[in-house]
């Protein structure tokens, strides 16, 4: 079976994203009527970057922001700096926010940005005019009240506080709120960077409880080891689960009495990739979804898991640590397999959540400690788990739909009561 390019991948992500929503209207009642208004994005920016490379030749960059859904508040996500990216997948990243904040109850829309750009290929100075110049260009539709951009693949701290920098050039003022994700001396919060693979991992941990999978033991595998891979795969071996696969762009790592996950971090930390750890361990790519395993956790980009792939996994559970892993026909298959899927807009929303924290924080200027950050977030991810857990307890659907009512309710219920403009 061939398997999907990246640029395959995403242009079915929008496309998923409309599947996805599909499968919810049933459920909506009289609401169903309203749901054209998710099916489309609010407001959608593209840009040019032009950007004065060292040799001193201009090069030109497509970014994007786009602004999917603000009917609960300002519009939050990610922005992604990335060779592919493009206005099809940035829209279907946008939406998957709005569905994410509104299934959390947290009090923003959905948006992404987005930079067609491979961020290594270039020196610190370049990316850093590059971003400040994708800032300026979507200045008009940022702002703490209007949209609140964050990290995402390719984007780091570094790369928010040059964001907050440059808006705040151009206001004439500090406004640290602007982005989330930042370092902590700029207005950073304690627990950020750690926050989406902690919550793959509590979410798991609740999901696994409710089907009678225990944690010690379990066979996991983990697919990407950035920082949310890299998190939930510490966090699963600190609790005596064995992490047996690991897979990053540069190899993919067997080893069936577990991986020793602090020393693998401490290896990527100095080589930037899992090739060279354990030579004698790598395996073929393509051996990775074929491996039996108790949990698979992808945690690298959208559209890995096909149909093929879902008719042969041997798991019981999948924590979806990336956005939109699996495609809308194979989620299907796995559902009638009765694998129990965590959807990417529960599983990884801990780094919105505190993400959300730092928003309050910056605009309250004062700051909470991590033992109080990282309460509020279980509370807030545990919540979640369980009303979707009864919502598809209740009605009968895959955990992903239960997040999608749960989500629906909320926004059009909200668009229901704010009414249609101009009236
Ligand atoms: N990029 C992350 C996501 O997909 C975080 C977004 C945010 O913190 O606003 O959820």
Request: aromatic share 8%.
């Amino acid at each position: 079976m061939k398997s999907l390019t990246y640029a395959d991948q995403h242009t079915t992500a929008w496309s998923n994203y409309l599947n996805q929503l599909d499968k919810v209207a049933p459920f909506l009642g009289e609401l169903k009527d309203r749901l054209d208004i998710l099916r489309r994005p609010k407001r959608s920016l593209i840009v040019d970057i032009p950007v004065e490379m060292d040799d001193g030749s201009i090069q030109h960059f497509e970014g994007y922001r786009v602004q999917h859904n603000l009917t609960r508040g300002p519009g939050k996500g990610g922005v992604r700096f990335h060779p592919e990216v493009n206005l099809n997948e940035v829209m279907a990243l946008s939406a998957w926010m709005t569905i994410k904040c509104a299934a959390l109850n947290l009090p923003f829309g959905g948006a992404k940005g987005g930079v067609r750009v491979d961020p290594t290929q270039l020196s610190k100075r370049e990316l850093e005019r590059l971003t400040r110049r994708y800032t300026s260009e979507i200045n008009l539709i940022i702002g703490p009240q209007k949209d609140i951009p964050a990290p995402d693949v390719g984007t780091n701290q570094q790369i928010m506080a040059w964001m907050m920098d440059t808006y705040s050039m151009n206001a004439g003022s500090t406004v640290t709120g602007v982005v989330t994700g930042k370092p902590i001396h700029l207005g950073g919060s304690l627990g950020r960077v750690k926050a989406t693979g902690r919550g793959v991992f509590v979410t798991g941990r609740e999901v696994a409880g409710q089907i009678g999978l225990n944690i010690p033991e379990a066979r996991v595998c983990v697919q990407g080891f950035g920082n949310v891979g890299s998190e939930a795969a510490l966090l699963f071996h600190e609790h005596a689960a064995k992490v047996i696969c690991i897979q990053d762009h540069s190899a993919t790592l067997f080893q069936a009495d577990g991986i020793d996950i602090v020393q693998l971090m401490e290896y990527q930390k100095r080589h930037h990739k899992i090739q060279g750890y354990a030579p004698e361990n790598e395996i073929d790519a393509d051996q990775f979804w074929k491996i039996p395993a108790d949990i698979f956790i992808p945690a690298a980009l959208e559209g890995v898991i096909d149909e093929h792939i879902a008719q042969t996994i041997q798991t019981r559970l999948i924590l979806e640590g990336a956005n939109g892993p699996t495609l809308s026909g194979a989620d299907e298959i796995l559902s009638q397999r009765q694998i129990t899927v965590v959807p990417d807009v529960i599983c990884n929303a801990g780094g919105v959540t505190v993400s959300y924290f730092e928003w309050v924080q910056d605009i309250a200027s004062y700051f909470w400690t991590e033992e109080e950050i990282n309460q509020r977030m279980d509370n807030i991810m545990k919540k979640a788990v369980y009303d979707v857990w009864y919502k598809a307890i209740h009605v009968n659907c895959s955990l992903r739909t239960a997040a999608y009512i749960l989500a629906c309710e909320r926004i059009l219920i909200a668009r229901k009561e704010r009414g249609t403009y101009p009236g």
